[in-house]
């Protein structure tokens, strides 16, 4: 299953929420757009994806998202990952993409780290 998206505003937030495969293909491409559509709010405290309902992501997957990190890093727009599986957790570590792309418990969780931040 593709990825499927959802964006929207909260709190000064920009959210995204996941649900599918990150994995290669078409619509990876049509995250990039959308994220780069959330973000293009200058008043943005941070940016926040929801990655709960994702079953699958690879290499691209992660490219994907190291690509909003740095579209958001660029506007100084912090970001934080939630509901992260324990398999995408390992690969963010093992890549070390985990410092650039934390992730935190829940949702109030991730407003308060980006705030505090």
Same mark, same amino acid.
């Given at each position: ?14 959210? $995204? ?6 994995? =290669?293909? @078409?619509? =990876? ?9 959330? $973000? ?30 740095? /579209? ?5 727009? @912090? ?6 599986? @324990?398999? =995408? ?7 070390? $993409?985990?410092? /650039? =792309? @934390? ?15």
């Amino acid at each position: 299953m593709a990825i499927s998206f959802i964006s929207k505003m909260e709190d000064g937030f920009g959210i $995204l929420e996941l649900a599918g495969t990150l994995t =290669l293909g @078409p619509s =990876l491409r049509d995250l990039r757009e959308n994220g780069r559509k959330v $973000l293009t709010d200058s008043k943005l405290a941070g940016l926040i994806v929801n990655m709960a309902e994702v079953s699958a992501v690879d290499s691209a997957g992660l490219g994907e998202l190291t690509v909003l990190y740095s /579209v958001a890093s660029k506007r100084g727009c @912090p970001v934080r990952l939630i509901g992260v599986s @324990p398999g =995408l957790r390992k690969m963010l570590e093992i890549t070390r $993409l985990d410092v /650039v =792309l @934390p992730s935190a418990e829940d949702m109030a969780s991730a407003k308060r780290e980006i705030r505090a931040s």
